[in-house]
């Protein structure tokens, strides 16, 4: 049972990221993705926590859970920047301060 949900979580976890890549690594409309960008990662991360809901952790490690997820929304949201020139995204390592530079075409963000 706990497997299964495991394959499910995975499955629906590959959509969002494959989701991701066609609405923010294709296309060069650059002030689409900033606009859709907060609302998919909002709604990314409550998936994630509708996951951890249904699995029915321990009430504490549940709260927990949950609650990092909230600052690690607007990490992510912060620490993502499209590059005006190529359109692409930009993503600081293990959510470090914005990027500056596009790491793609090396343009000043
Ligand atoms: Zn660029």
């Known amino acids: 049972m706990q497997q299964d949900l495991l394959i499910v979580?995975?499955?629906?976890?590959?959509?969002?990221?494959?989701?991701?890549?066609?609405?923010?690594?294709?296309?060069?409309?650059?002030?689409r993705k900033r606009k859709l960008w907060p609302g998919y990662t909002i709604f990314s991360n409550t998936v994630i926590a509708g996951f951890i809901i249904y699995m029915q952790p321990p009430l504490l490690m549940m709260i927990?859970?949950?609650?990092?997820?909230?600052?690690?929304?607007?990490?992510?949201?912060?620490?993502?920047?499209?590059?005006?020139?190529?359109?692409?995204?930009?993503?600081?390592?293990?959510?470090?301060?914005?990027?500056?530079?596009?790491s793609h075409c090396k343009k000043t963000l």
């Open 64 to 102: 927990g859970l949950v609650t990092l997820l909230l600052p690690l929304t607007w990490l992510t949201i912060r620490s993502t920047k499209f590059c005006d020139s190529c359109g692409k995204a930009s993503r600081s390592p293990f959510f470090m301060k914005p990027p500056t530079e596009c």
């Open 9 to 31: 979580l995975m499955v629906i976890w590959l959509g969002i990221s494959a989701g991701s890549v066609m609405l923010f690594q294709r296309g060069s409309d650059v002030q």
